[in-house]
Structures are given as C-alpha cells and as structure tokens.
C-alpha cells in the first residue's frame, strides 16, 4: 500500500552549528557539499550530497527554526545499509575516526549502528534482513536504547484507514 513514493530525497536535521555539522557529517557520511542557504548574507542551511545513494542531507541551523530547542538525543536519521558487512565496516570507520560507535548491534530487524553527532543527534545506520512486518508491533527499550521486549496491543488510540 501507499501512494507510489519510491524513497526519501532529503531528510533535514537541525543543527547548533552548520560549519561544524557539515564538516563532521561530510567526513563520517564521505558526503559532498553541493549547497548552501542564505538569508540576508547569513548562512542558515547546507545540503550534503551522498553520490553513491543519491540522496541528499539538510542541515539548518538550528536558531532558523521558532520553537525548536534541541534534537539531543533524538534519531531523526535512519540510513539504509546493504549489508551487515557495511554496518561492521562503518562501525570500524567510526571507531577509527575517534567516535566511539555503539554498535555493530543486531536485533529482530537486522543489524546496526549508532554514532552522536556533535549536537547530541544520533545517526543510524542499518541492515534490514527482511522487509518489515506489516502487523502491529510495539518495543520496549531501556534508557541506554537497548530492546527490552515487545508487546501486541498498541497504547496509542490510532484507527486504521
């Protein structure tokens, strides 16, 4: 079902500081800069290009955006990996530039791995090994985001169409 979106173009973070971000998200991603944004001569957004997936990544300063504090802690980036392999080699590029990665982790869905970028922000990247269940499922984590269980009726009060 859906309505015939084929994938995600652009996913758009916020950030505290676009110079920063943009220069740690090129180098852990290996991105290319290919745009930047301006308002009355200040900068206040910059894509980054991935050549090989061809999609692209927004990151907009943070202070551009009334009423948005702070995504610290948050996971606004999922990235599609094609392999657990991938996931491995990238947790080892990772932990070879300094990031402490937390992960290669497996679970129900595949594998992956977690890096926090400089404003708190997770990025993750994963392996799925088979395409998602299409019935309900809710999951339980711990504070440290580690699963710890799973359960069959939703909390939420959300109809089906």
Known sequence: MGVGVTGIVAATV???DLTRSARWYR???DLKFIREFTVDGT???VVLHDQDADFVIVLQDLSTVPGVRDLHGSRPL??????????????GRLGGL???????????????VDVVDPDGIVLRVRHVTSPPDTG??????DADGTVTGTYATPTLDVPTP
């Not at 309900?136 to 984590?141: A, E, I, K, R, S």
């Open 136 to 141: 309900f499922q809710g999951v339980t984590y």
């Open 98 to 112: 300094g990031l402490d990665p937390r992960g290669p982790v497996t679970d129900a869905d595949g594998t992956f």
């Open 43 to 45: 900068v206040w957004g």
């Open 14 to 16: 916020m950030v505290r």
């Open 78 to 91: 999922v990235l599609n990996a094609p392999s657990r392999e991938m996931v491995e080699k990238l947790a």
């Open 27 to 29: 180098e852990v991603l």
